[in-house]
């Protein structure tokens, strides 16, 4: 689990992940194509599953049950499942360490419980237990459909997430290389969102999808989240929607070439469920989070697998966006087109951590009006994705803009496809009433990212005076 704080991955973000890979820096060849994938991601002549099909998982159409567990006993099934302690400050900054207890981990009236506990050290301090359940080298697979239903923990501080690692973490390096694919993360102060999210690269790349609950909340009743697995795609759901693909990642050591598509992604992997406090993303507990309640359930956990996967895929081509007829690889720039603002596409408006506010395009301007700043740069945030940012090419950005009363504004370009780095370093700019032109140059450097990121970012500025923003310009200058 990782990252930056949303962007929506939106963006973002934020940027990190709920664990580290081994630490070996080796590096294998992939695995041999093959058409047909068994349970243990082998070549197979027979494709039918071996695992029983238990009475009450449905089947679905095109899929054998490879396994299931609905937790239907009073104790964990441990030929399914391990429980695996860790340290607290393990990965992410983290303050919770995992446990084997059963008060961390356990079955109840037909829900697995993950459940986080504060208690206090021998000099006082508080002290945080919680739970990390593993299927590794129990029921790992290669390629299939995750389905699993959960109701997660409300309360600042508190991490669930539901994600997958490989098996042999080591087989192509150490985190990010070896990959990652979470298919549930929720942040307990803002439990009307969920993320998923596919980790990869070196340097670390991430792909994220945001998905909004409008007038409930993830924390109220069971969800089911799901991610279909297959050797050249991955699309994520939530209650049967649609809502997230990757197809173009990547994998490779620092300075040698990259490794044959679809690596990382053509090993097995297993899946595991934790409940993590506090670290880099969610920040930590304070006074109101409240540990009584602080259980993560799920209530089952099924993984389908085709009856055959054609391993012969290829990496897409990436086609990068053009340039305007004037030269600007900013999309509606001038305004001139009053579209909606949360369709992705061009331009969108998005608030995270408290903000509060609207954006509207009226008259050749963007106008944004906040109502509350929120606790972090990014809580009130305009953007445009989808830039192509070309290593050896230089750019220059200009826009105009200016406030009802003086107020400061970040401005960068991000990458929320490679680990949030900045293109165009965060810059801080004092608006006036009056407009001002702003002109900013930078050289891209990086490896070509076709996901570059415009950020206006207007969160807890000490000011929630309206910001107007006209004629934005990102041009090719040599």
Known sequence: MKKKWILFIVIACMVVTMTACGNSQQSGGSPEPTD???????????????????????????YNLLWSDEFDGTELDMSKWNLE???????????????????????????????????????GNDYYTSGKVTGQDKTDFMYGKVVASAKVPEGQGLWPAIWMMPTNESYYGQWPKCGEIDIMEV?????????????????????????????????????????????????????????????????????????????????????QMNLAVGGTWPGNPDETTEFDKAEFMIDYVRVYQKPHYDTNVEKPISNFRELTEDGNLIYNGDFSEKEPLDDKENWFFLLFEGGKGQAEIADGEMIITTEEMGRVDYSVQLVQPDLPMIKGTKYRLTFDARASEKRNMIVCVSAPTAGWIRYLEDTMLELDEEYKTYTYEFEMTKKSDNNGRLEFNMGAKDSTAEIRIKNVRIEIIE
């Open 187 to 271: 942040l307990g102060n803002q439990t009307h969102i969920a993320y998923g999210t596919v980790h990869y690269g070196e340097p670390h790349s991430e792909q994220q999808g945001i998905y909004n609950l409008d007038n409930s909340t993830f924390s109220d009743d069971f969800h089911e989240f799901s991610v279909e697995w297959e050797p050249g795609e991955m699309r994520f759901y939530i209650d049967g929607n649609h809502y997230h693909t990757v197809n173009d990642w990547f994998t490779c050591v620092d300075g040698e070439e990259e490794k044959p598509y679809p690596a990382p992604f053509d090993q097995t992997f297993f899946v």
């Open 85 to 123: 302690p860790r340290e607290p400050g393990w990965t992410n900054q983290e303050l919770q360490e995992y446990t084997t207890s059963s008060d961390n981990a356990f079955v109840k009236d037909g829900k697995l419980v993950i459940k986080a506990i504060k208690t206090t050290d021998k000099n």
């Open 36 to 62: 047909d994938i068994d349970a243990t991601g082998k070549p197979s002549e027979n494709t039918e599953t071996n695992a029983p099909e238990e009475a009450k998982t449905p089947e679905l159409e095109g």
